[in-house]
């Protein structure tokens, strides 16, 4: 069982990591360093699309991503409905289930080996563009890197702060994909195709807040489970 005092040091953990991620972003010119954590996010996007696909028992064709952070799937069949809302809702779980499962340091490098083995696949089927090919494969090999040559310290840390931007660009895209939906109803979004997949019966900006709502409710219970994993009292096991 998780001890108290290992969630304690986890959140402890998260908290640095959101603080160090909050000050680089306070810096004039230092987003320029999460571009790298943009395009990681954008490929967790696009293979959440990916995969409600095929779950769905559709076909993917093609997964492209640009230097911006933009992505596009190129899906054929599938339930439109899950495949549409599996990428903005689809990062979000990923960041969460990741703290989750972070509350264990010990789980660290298995968490990144499991991230490497999903970015392998997604690359190697669906990799469409020399973008993708390229940020899908660097983080591929770091991660193996941090799976499986760093201490479950560094490991730890690293998957902490890679759950924390998960969660830091879904939001902050979703936001993006609210204002779209408001002031740029031409662009194309996920947002837009789920209005047009409906008739219009229901626009995107339903879409975008019903999306950001169950985000958000997702990260509240994330949190609500930390802090009910360090008030869980700690049972010891005692050989007699």
Same mark, same amino acid.
């Given at each position: 069982?998780?001890?108290?005092?290992?969630?304690?040091?986890?959140?402890?953990?998260?908290?640095?990591?959101?603080?160090?991620?909050?000050?680089?972003?306070?810096?004039?010119?230092?987003?320029?360093?999460?571009?790298?954590?943009?395009?990681?996010?954008?490929?967790?996007?696009?293979?959440?699309?990916?995969?409600?696909?095929?779950?769905?028992?559709?076909?993917?064709?093609?997964?492209?991503?640009?230097?911006?952070?933009?992505?596009?799937?190129?899906?054929?069949?599938?339930?439109?409905?899950?495949?549409?809302?599996?990428?903005?809702?689809?990062?979000?779980?990923? &960041? *969460? /289930?990741?703290? !989750?499962?972070?509350?264990? =340091?010990?789980? @660290?490098?298995?968490? %990144? $080996?499991?991230?490497?083995?999903?970015?392998?696949?997604?690359?190697?089927?669906?990799?469409?563009?020399?973008?993708?090919?390229?940020?899908?494969?660097?983080?591929?090999?770091?991660?193996?890197?941090?799976?499986?040559?760093?201490?479950? &310290? *560094? /490991?730890?840390? !690293?998957?902490?702060?890679? =759950?924390?931007? @998960?969660?830091?660009? %879904? $939001?902050?895209?979703?936001?993006?994909?609210?204002?779209?939906?408001?002031?740029?109803?031409?662009?194309?979004?996920?947002?837009?195709?789920?209005?047009?997949?409906?008739?219009?019966?229901?626009?995107?900006?339903?879409?975008?807040?019903?999306?950001?709502?169950?985000? !958000?409710?997702?990260?509240?219970?994330?949190?609500?489970?930390?802090?009910?994993?360090?008030?869980?009292?700690?049972?010891?096991?005692?050989?007699?």
């Amino acid at each position: 069982m998780t001890s108290q005092s290992e969630i304690k040091n986890s959140l402890r953990l998260l908290l640095i990591s959101s603080a160090a991620a909050i000050a680089i972003w306070l810096i004039p010119y230092a987003e320029i360093l999460f571009v790298p954590f943009k395009l990681f996010v954008t490929i967790i996007h696009e293979a959440g699309h990916a995969i409600a696909t095929l779950l769905t028992f559709g076909d993917v064709s093609r997964i492209g991503i640009d230097w911006i952070g933009n992505g596009v799937t190129e899906t054929r069949g599938g339930m439109r409905f899950f495949i549409s809302s599996a990428g903005y809702l689809g990062t979000t779980i990923y &960041g *969460a /289930a990741l703290l !989750l499962l972070l509350r264990r =340091a010990r789980y @660290a490098r298995a968490a %990144a $080996l499991g991230t490497a083995t999903i970015l392998l696949l997604i690359t190697g089927f669906f990799g469409g563009n020399f973008t993708m090919w390229l940020v899908g494969l660097s983080f591929v090999c770091g991660l193996l890197y941090v799976g499986l040559k760093c201490s479950i &310290g *560094a /490991a730890h840390f !690293l998957m902490s702060f890679l =759950a924390v931007q @998960a969660l830091l660009n %879904a $939001l902050q895209d979703l936001r993006v994909l609210l204002y779209l939906s408001i002031f740029e109803p031409a662009v194309r979004t996920d947002a837009q195709n789920m209005a047009a997949a409906t008739n219009g019966f229901l626009p995107a900006i339903i879409w975008a807040t019903l999306w950001g709502l169950i985000s !958000l409710a997702i990260l509240a219970f994330t949190l609500f489970e930390y802090y009910r994993s360090m008030r869980r009292p700690h049972v010891s096991l005692v050989a007699v």
